[in-house]
């Protein structure tokens, strides 16, 4: 067999062959295994050439009961306590506490890791996280320093220091033009610095959903033709909903409100409650945001970046809050939002009923439902791409080409010398 058809024929084995990414993620709120899942569920459709393993770094670093010992608390349930509890004022306080406890067990950290990459080979790591990438990077270089390190921030911006972006060799995807410069900033080359058009989604919000507005308002209670406000604050819900309601129903707002309370059967109870002037539809928990999303014109919620994202998928303006109990790492988000022109930041949610009512004056809400339909997010599917491209500049050397060669008895081994510039021009040295 000549030369050029063993080695064609083994670089079609290889790209048959899945290779293996390892996505990080944490429980803590509910962004990053959303967006761990919506990745895994784009790659295993390639062609199953992606074998996808999630890692929840959580259930590793119980081992070493890392932020228990200091609070009795793990890390993603004291942050799912707080969000819970409505005490995001404490987090700029409570941030510095947080990082110091991770440093503190930082070697402790990276000796994990390091033995559970020797036991779990990967192709690729991708971290959604915050706060470890620094230890998934240093352990990952220790066991297989061949192997590329991805941190995907879920958030529109970076929250330095030591938020997602640190001071390392690694590949960082950012969904803003913001987080890119912040990378840049920092010193990262620019080749190693992609830019999505936006936040991961889950697949559904990317097709988004048709429904027969009229008739399916009437089903849940609504009036067909009245301006319709989807009220969401996460998969929790907030005690700020139920204040949002009473306002509104105190005002001269003429619309009708979908409230969805997530997990929060207490706060459920309360809105169902209430006798409102106008029409209201109360739900808990539910897999089909996307279906209240199509039967709605605006958002009221927090400034959450996948409330944010997926209102504007719907093209719904968006009505957010910005002050001290608004999370740091969110913050951001709001200025981009009036930077873009998608809708109304205010200092407090007691000016709600005023600015709903500036939101859909004609000419405003035009151009606000303007600015929205133009909004393009495609970041799910532009992903795969980008780790490709990746992967491709950590292609293997040449010896591991011809030793491959020479385990197959049915193949001559071919001298590679001459083929040798060509395959390490496509490394990184």
């Known amino acids: 067999m000549r030369q050029s058809q063993q080695v064609a024929q083994l670089e079609e084995g290889r790209s048959l062959m899945p290779r293996k990414i390892t996505i990080v993620l944490f429980d803590a709120g509910g962004g990053h295994r959303s967006a761990a899942e919506a990745l895994k569920s784009v790659l295993e459709l390639e ?106 921030l879920t958030d529109f911006a970076d929250y330095p220091p030591h938020f997602w972006i640190e001071r390392q060799s690694q590949y960082l995807i950012c969904g803003t033009k913001r987080a890119e410069q912040q990378a840049l900033a920092m010193a990262h080359d620019r080749g190693d610095v992609f830019l999505a058009s936006g936040m991961v989604m889950k697949p559904r919000f990317y097709k988004p959903r048709v429904v027969d507005r009229a008739e399916e308002r009437k089903r849940l209670g609504l009036d067909p033709d009245r301006p319709t406000g989807l009220l969401l604050f996460g998969g929790h819900g907030s005690g700020v909903m139920l204040d949002i309601v009473r306002r509104l129903d105190a005002g001269r707002s003429q619309v009708q409100l979908i409230a969805l309370c997530g997990n929060n059967q207490k706060l459920l109870t309360a809105i169902r409650s209430l006798r409102t002037r106008f029409p209201l539809f109360a739900q808990g928990f539910t897999s089909e945001v996307d279906y209240y999303m199509a039967l709605s014109e605006f958002f009221i919620g927090k400034p959450g970046p996948g409330s944010i994202s997926e209102a504007l998928q719907f093209h719904l303006p968006v009505i957010v809050e910005m002050n001290g109990s608004t999370l740091p790492q969110e913050r951001y988000n709001a200025d981009w939002v009036t930077e873009n022109g998608l809708g109304i930041v205010l200092g407090s949610f007691r000016q709600v009923d005023q600015a709903v009512e500036r939101l859909l004056e004609p000419l405003n809400f035009a151009a606000y439902r303007g600015r929205a339909g133009s909004y393009r997010n495609r970041a799910l599917y532009e992903i795969p791409d980008f780790l490709e491209q990746i992967l491709e500049r950590h292609r293997p050397p040449a010896a591991p080409l011809g030793a491959a060669v020479r385990e197959n008895s049915n193949l001559e081994p071919p001298d590679l010398a001459p083929l040798t510039p060509r395959l390490q021009t496509s490394c990184p040295t």
Do not use: C, M
């Open 47 to 152: 062609a199953s050439s992606w074998q996808v393993e999630l890692l929840n770094i959580q259930e590793l670093l119980d081992q070493l009961d890392v932020l228990r010992k200091a609070t009795g608390l793990r890390i993603q349930d004291g942050y799912n306590l707080i969000l819970r509890k409505g005490w995001t004022r404490l987090t700029p306080q409570l941030l510095p506490l947080l990082q110091g406890v991770i440093r503190l067990y930082h070697r402790s950290t990276v000796k994990l890791l390091t033995e559970y990459w020797r036991d779990h080979g990967s192709d690729l790591v991708l971290s959604v996280i915050p706060h470890f990438n620094r230890a998934l990077a240093e352990s990952l270089r220790k066991v297989s320093p061949e192997v590329p390190f991805v941190t995907l």
